[in-house]
Structures are given as C-alpha cells and as structure tokens.
C-alpha cells in the first residue's frame, strides 16, 4: 500500500519560510509526477509546484519566485521550500504523486496525501 506523509506545515508571519516533505512509502516500482496542491477554505484545490521523474519542475503564477520544489529519489522525498510567505498563501497543502507498482506504465496510480496546514498570519 502506498502512502503519501506530509509535514513541516505550520504558522509563520507574513514574510517568512517554511519547508514542507512529502515522504512516499509502500512498495511500488517507481514515482513518476509528483507535486503539491493546495485549498484554501472555500475555495477549489490548485496547483503549487510539480516535478517529473527527470527533474523539470513547473510552478503556478503565484509560486514562481517565492517556491522551490526539489525531489530526492534516494528518499523518495519531495519537499516545498515557501518564502516570503503572504497571508493568501494559507491553505491545506496536499502532496500527490503517479506512482508505479510494477514495470507496466499501466501499473501507475495517483495518490493523495492527507495534508498539511499552512497558516500565515499578517
């Protein structure tokens, strides 16, 4: 069973940085997109950051500047490093991943993890 386990989430004023992992776990053959998302309250989950398994990365408008998402494939790790955080930023973030379980393309299956909170205060 694969599973998706975020941290670093937490409260930060305005202006400052934190840095979210996303670990995958379970046994599977490779992680091929991963990413984050994120949801405000009342609002539908986005886009943040995502990162292929050759390393090109591509960020929402909003992120661009201010994100850094990175991978460690030893680790199976994906991290977000946010700076310069604004109140607007506060969300749930979600980590998502196409995992593969066996050497079939077909095998790949998309996973969510459970979310972390980031709440910027002004």
């Given at each position: ?40 309250p ?20 909003f992120?661009?500047g ?20 604004k ?36």
């Amino acid at each position: 069973q694969v599973q998706l386990v975020e941290s670093g989430g937490g409260l930060v004023q305005a202006g400052g940085s934190l840095r979210l992992s996303c670990v995958v776990s379970g046994s599977f053959f490779s992680i091929n997109n991963i990413g984050w998302h994120r949801q405000a309250p009342g609002n539908q989950r986005e886009l943040v950051a995502g990162v292929n398994s050759g390393g090109s990365t591509n960020y929402a408008d909003f992120a661009k500047g201010r994100f850094t998402i990175s991978r460690d494939n030893a680790k199976n790790t994906v991290y977000l490093q946010m700076n310069s955080l604004k109140p607007e930023d506060t969300a749930v973030y979600y980590c998502n991943a196409d995992v593969r379980s066996g050497l079939s393309i077909r095998s790949t299956k998309n996973y969510w993890g459970q979310g972390t909170q980031v709440t910027v205060s002004s």
